[in-house]
């Protein structure tokens, strides 16, 4: 079965300062990665994926992932943070079947 | 472009009372989930269904059943409500395995 687990419920970085949001999976074959955000009071948007293509993902608002199979880890990273970047993000994991398993969710802010 | 939509967008029910949450697609995805989003214990799959006529269950089933006649409808419904299934229901579709899901807006419940 699959499963992720996300480092920190709560991460706070300054404005300008590096994003970084931990995933770490298991899937007992080969996965597929996601991060999603969810902004207060709506539902989830992809950020971006991992789908074996190439182990360095960019997604939308400037967001990149690496997948690191050795570490089984996928985490998510900007270089400068922006006050429009506090939201909760989710990691998820699609491994056998179509199930799609979430993590516990980290909940970013940003320090002006 | 309606995509996912959900129904009703919040509900106050009287535990003991059955409840249908709606779900319903536009996007012909083969795939549909059910997740349930808790403070801090993020999105937990309730069921899910690979395509139509079949169904499967997720990480949190206990109280839940849904269906699947169809592709574009995926109801979940509670038999007995009990105040423990208070929560946000998102309900998602997929095109596959290693494909994005979109979600709905989402569904709060309160069970009293």
């Known amino acids: 079965a699959q499963s992720v687990t996300q480092l920190g419920s709560h991460v706070s970085v300054s404005e300008g300062a590096l994003v970084l949001l931990r995933c770490n999976y298991s899937?007992?074959?080969?996965?597929?990665l996601f991060w999603y955000v969810q902004y207060p009071n709506q539902g989830l948007q992809l950020l971006l994926k991992?789908?074996?293509?190439?182990?360095l993902v960019k997604g939308i608002n400037g967001f990149e992932a690496e997948f690191k199979k050795s570490e089984t880890s996928f985490h998510l990273t900007k270089p400068s943070a922006h006050m429009s970047d506090a939201a909760e993000y989710f990691c998820a994991v699609s491994g056998r079947d179509d199930k799609i398993i979430f993590g516990k969710g980290t909940r970013l802010h940003i320090l002006p | 472009i309606a995509g996912i939509t959900q129904a009703p967008t919040s509900q106050i029910l009287a535990a003991g009372r059955r409840m249908t949450l709606r779900c319903t697609q536009d996007m012909r995805h083969n795939a549909m989930y059910w997740y349930r989003q808790d403070l801090g214990l993020g999105l937990r799959l309730i069921h899910y269904s690979n395509t139509a006529g079949t169904t499967g269950k997720g990480e949190v089933p206990d109280g839940y059943s849904v269906s699947r006649a169809n592709t574009d409808d995926f109801p979940l419904t509670l038999a007995s409500a009990v105040p423990s299934q208070t929560s946000v229901y998102f309900c998602?579709?997929?095109?596959?395995?290693?494909?994005?899901?979109?979600f709905g807006q989402g569904t709060r419940l309160t069970v009293v």
């Open positions: 998602a579709s997929s095109g596959g395995r290693g494909t994005e899901a979109f």
């Open positions: 991992y789908t074996s293509a190439a182990t």
């Open positions: 899937s007992s074959v080969p996965p597929y």
